[in-house]
């Protein structure tokens, strides 16, 4: 079973960029559709983008682009414009079917990583 570890997350101020990184570890990723979610305290994880689908919710269309490198095994996803409303906890995961913003149709999901946006 694949392993998922987020990283690069920190913090930030409106406008700023950055870049996570979601490293796979005990099968490639290469040809996996690898989701991207992200979660505040007392809310719901809340979906942002599907690396192999091309799919971003509205609110990142435009600022967020996911990536991947085969050679490393690595999902990315840069954000760009980064504003207070984009902080939260950052996730990755494998899907596995089913409707694309739902979380419940991925799994192996990695421990997270912090994003923080100030203004």
């Known amino acids: 079973q694949v392993r998922l570890v987020e990283s690069g997350g920190g913090l930030v101020q409106a406008g700023g960029s950055l870049r996570l990184s979601c490293a796979a570890a005990g099968r490639t990723i290469s040809t996996t559709a690898v989701g991207w979610f992200r979660q505040t305290p007392g809310k719901e994880r809340e979906f942002v983008a599907l690396l192999g689908g091309g799919t971003y919710v509205d609110a990142v269309k435009g600022r967020f682009t996911g990536s991947r490198d085969n050679a490393s095994n690595t999902a990315y996803l840069h954000m760009n414009n980064l504003r207070p409303e984009d902080t939260g906890v950052y996730f990755c995961?494998?899907?596995?079917?089913?409707?694309?913003?739902?979380?419940?149709?991925?799994?192996?999901w990695g421990p997270g990583a912090q994003v923080t946006v100030s203004s």
């Open positions: 995961a494998v899907y596995r079917g089913g409707p694309v913003r739902d979380a419940t149709a991925y799994d192996s």
